[in-house]
């Protein structure tokens, strides 16, 4: 089966706490992964993919194929960051697939 | 420039009754989808037009949802004997080619429409 698990709902850190989000993929095959973001009050947006090997925002994640997994992470975390992140695989029919989405709230 | 653009941002209707929500995309983009998010689930990939074809529509869950995409621009979702099931944010997305060979086309969202079956 195809799945994308975040196992956090809700993750609450406090301001220039590193932060760590979690996301484990389930796929036959080598799959492109990705996250996206939801800020309050806007659409969803690309955050970053794998294959970029980008930091965006502070933001990196490393494909870790061993342990099936794509966590997201910031060394410290900043109060705009709260939001909704989706972690998502795109599979060889080009799906994509998303998680169910973890809320990072930024406490001050 | 304009992004993904979606009518109306909230449509509440009854049980039974039809509607039609509409995704304007980013202009050049031939590539459209249309996901469905659920309360407290991530977005599920409903349909994707390569222009003005349906290349897949393996993710309508049922022959009461049809989407059409006429001039390979607009696209309308079409919801028939509507359900309270079918309340959810309904997305649109576009991106530039879609499912190309090799392609990692970014996919731009919109604001959703928010569909309440009473």
């Known amino acids: 089966a195809q799945r994308v698990t975040q196992p956090e709902k809700l993750l609450s850190v406090f301001k220039g706490a590193p932060v760590e989000l979690k996301c484990n993929y389930s796929?036959?095959?080598?799959?492109?992964l990705f996250w996206y973001v939801q800020y309050s009050r806007q659409r969803l947006q690309l955050l970053l993919r794998?294959?970029s090997r980008e930091s965006i925002k502070g933001f990196t994640a490393d494909l870790n194929k061993g342990e099936t997994s794509f966590h997201l992470k910031k060394p410290f975390a900043q109060e705009e960051d709260s939001a909704m992140y989706y972690c998502?695989?795109?599979?060889?029919?080009?799906?994509?697939?998303f998680g169910k989405g973890t809320r990072l709230h930024i406490l001050p | 420039g304009a992004g993904v653009s979606q009518t109306p941002s909230n449509k509440v209707t009854e049980k039974g009754k039809y509607v039609e929500l509409r995704c304007d995309p980013i202009?050049?983009?031939?590539?459209l989808y249309w996901y469905r998010q659920s309360l407290g689930q991530g977005p599920e990939f409903l349909i994707y037009?390569?222009?003005?074809?349906?290349?897949?529509d393996s993710g309508l869950p049922n022959d009461r949802f049809f989407a059409v995409r006429p001039e390979g621009s607009v696209s309308t979702l079409k919801i028939q004997r509507t359900e309270r099931g079918d309340s959810a944010v309904y997305l649109c997305?576009?991106?530039?080619?879609?499912?190309?060979?090799?392609?990692?086309?970014?996919?731009?969202f919109g604001p959703g429409t928010r569909l309440t079956v009473l």
């Open positions: 202009s050049g983009h031939t590539a």
């Open positions: 997305a576009s991106s530039v080619t879609g499912r190309t060979s090799g392609s990692t086309d970014t996919q731009y």
């Open positions: 037009f390569q222009g003005t074809g349906a290349a897949d």
């Open positions: 998502a695989l795109r599979n060889r029919d080009d799906k994509i697939i």
């Open positions: 796929y036959s095959g080598s799959p492109e």
């Open positions: 794998h294959i």
